[in-house]
Nanobody, 115 residues
Framework: QVQLVESGGGSVQAGRSLRLSCSVS????????LGWDRQAPGKKRDMVAR??????TSYDDSVKGRFTISTLGLDTVSLLMTNLRPEDTAIYYC??????????WGRGTQVTVDG
C-alpha cells in the first residue's frame, strides 16, 4: 500500500507564498506521474499541476507563472505557490499514478487565502 501525506497548508494573506509538500511512502521514480489537485467548497476536484518521470510539468492556466511543482529527493513532491489569491482557497491533494496499481491519493491539506 502506498501512502501520501501532505503538509504545509495554512492561512495566508493574498500575495503571500506557501510551499506544500507531499511525502510518498515509496520511491517516486516508480510512478509515471505525480501531481496536485484541489477542491474548493462546492466545486469539483480540479488539476493544479503535474510532473512526469521525465521532468515535464504541466499546470492549470489559473496557476501558470505562480505555482511550481518539483520533486525533492526520492520521496517528496513539492508545490511552491506564490502570489496567492483568494480563489486559490481549497483543499489541496497530492496523488501518485502507478502504471500497474493505479492512482494513490493523500488526505489533503487546507489552504486559505484572505483577500
Amino acid at each position: 500500500q502506498v501512502q501520501l501525506v501532505e503538509s504545509g497548508g495554512g492561512s495566508v494573506q493574498a500575495g503571500r507564498s506557501l510551499r506544500l509538500s507531499c511525502s510518498v511512502s515509496r520511491q517516486i521514480d516508480r510512478f509515471t506521474l505525480l501531481g496536485w489537485d484541489r477542491q474548493a467548497p462546492g466545486k469539483k476536484r480540479d488539476m493544479v499541476a503535474r510532473i512526469e518521470t521525465n521532468g515535464r510539468t504541466s499546470y492549470d492556466d489559473s496557476v501558470k507563472g505562480r505555482f511550481t511543482i518539483s520533486t525533492l529527493g526520492l520521496d517528496t513532491v513539492s508545490l511552491l505557490m506564490t502570489n496567492l489569491r483568494p480563489e486559490d482557497t481549497a483543499i489541496y491533494y497530492c496523488h501518485a499514478d502507478h502504471p500497474l496499481y493505479g492512482t494513490f491519493w493523500g488526505r489533503g491539506t487546507q489552504v486559505t487565502v484572505d483577500g
